[in-house]
């Protein structure tokens, strides 16, 4: 049995981590290197940082955040926002960051999703999935949330497997923000059609959300955002309850 990750997210928009609802009505919440600092001496396994603005904005992430973010913690960075080519890769690889999270622009250029591969391997590459319910299927959305592509959201998650990526970092749409739990159908849909890891993401209101997604489906991670931020439960908190359902996860923060 997989060693399950638990991994906060830190959206950012204009310098600060921001928490909305299904993408829109976005509030500050709080300085993104104070909080990576916090949650990596917390004991998570992994953290997320999301220049959520950057695709729309046409520009490249922030860079300067992600040195700074990286210097002040000790567990793997995945960096995504405005990545849309190599050159943009290797800018975020060389501030630091572990792994580039890839998103629209691999919806918009599949191929990258092999050039990139080429060059960094697999390990180094996470395509994040937005997807919304759509009638019987889900469909993938990009430009944050936005814009429908009309895309099956199983087959591209079985496509960017088969260019080439290592990880996919699956979010809900219809759960962001809304604290009700991660949407179980979807996760297990993808986690069963790919070999892959999958970082759950999307609806955590409570520690019992990380158990369930771990026990009903294959996913490999569970992201969460609002929880921590708020601090209405700790990465500590998640770690005890899963231990004690015999969930498999690391040590760290217990």
Known sequence: MDIKRIIPCLDMKDGFVVKG???????????PIEMAKK??????????????????????????????IKQVISIPLIVGGGIKSLTDIDAVLNAGADKVSIGSAAVNNPNLINQAFEKYTSTRIVIAIDAKK??????????????DTGIDAIKWAQEVEQRGAGEILLTSMDRDGVKSGYDIELTKAIANAVAIPVIASGGV????????????TNASAGLAASIFHEETYTVADVKRLCKASEVMIREAGL
């Open 205 to 216: 209101g409570s520690p019992d959300d990380f158990v369930e997604v771990f026990k009903q």
């Open 134 to 147: 759509q009638q019987n299927n889900w469909t993938v959305m990009t430009k944050g949330g936005k814009n």
């Open 21 to 31: 609802t299904q993408f829109i009505d976005l509030r500050q919440l709080g300085n």
């Open 39 to 68: 949650y990596s001496d917390a004991g998570a396994d992994e953290l997320v940082l999301l220049d959520i603005s950057a695709t729309d904005e046409n520009r490249q992430t922030r860079l300067d955040l992600v040195k700074e």
